[in-house]
């Protein structure tokens, strides 16, 4: 009985360590960029429009807002959920600051959490430009982990306009 008892205990204290992941949704972003977001339209298809405005290596640039949101439970703060991703063509990633990468196809990021339980919105942004007809469409895949288990995988299709 007390093996069943420890077996039980010990079960138990594995599943309240893990993070759990719900109500995942990805597209396109509604945003004033500062204050308040969310994902308006679910879509696997982002089309590059540069109606918004983005703060890029420190300089205002047209974009397009998108990103993604879950709700979730059993975060310890001080925890990193790790991401990586992967683009059919290569290209630049950054951020307000700064240019993270150049010419790759390929990174990371992390991200923490403010809570223990609650609901986590992810706003991105990609840069306005065109690009020629065999490079209008770039696939990107994430998968983002803790603990060395899958959390969540997302892939989308961002579509640039033609250039002229």
């Not at 109500?23 to 696997?44: L, Y």
């Not at 703060?77 to 240019?99: F, H, L, M, Q």
């Not at 469409?137 to 983002?144: L, N, R």
Request: with cysteine; proline share 3%; net charge negative.
């Amino acid at each position: 009985m007390s093996r069943i008892i420890l077996v039980l205990s010990l079960i138990l204290s594995l599943s309240t360590n893990a993070i759990e992941v719900s109500n995942f949704s990805f597209g396109q972003a509604c945003t004033d960029g500062k204050t308040f977001g969310w994902i308006c339209h679910e879509t696997t298809d982002v089309y590059v429009n540069g109606q918004g405005r983005c703060l890029w290596n420190e300089e205002s640039k047209p974009c397009t807002w998108y990103g993604f949101q879950f709700d979730y439970k059993g975060y310890k703060i001080g925890d990193v959920i790790r991401c990586t991703y992967k683009t059919s063509e290569i290209g630049s990633a950054g951020n307000p600051r700064e240019v993270v990468t150049n010419n790759s196809d390929s990174g990371e990021y992390s991200l923490t959490l403010d809570s223990e339980s609650g609901h986590f919105y992810n706003p991105q942004y990609v840069i306005f430009s065109t690009m020629p007809k065999e490079k209008q469409i770039i696939q990107s895949e994430s998968v983002c982990k803790f603990g060395g288990e899958e959390l969540f995988r997302y892939k989308f299709n961002t579509h640039y306009p033609l250039a002229k």
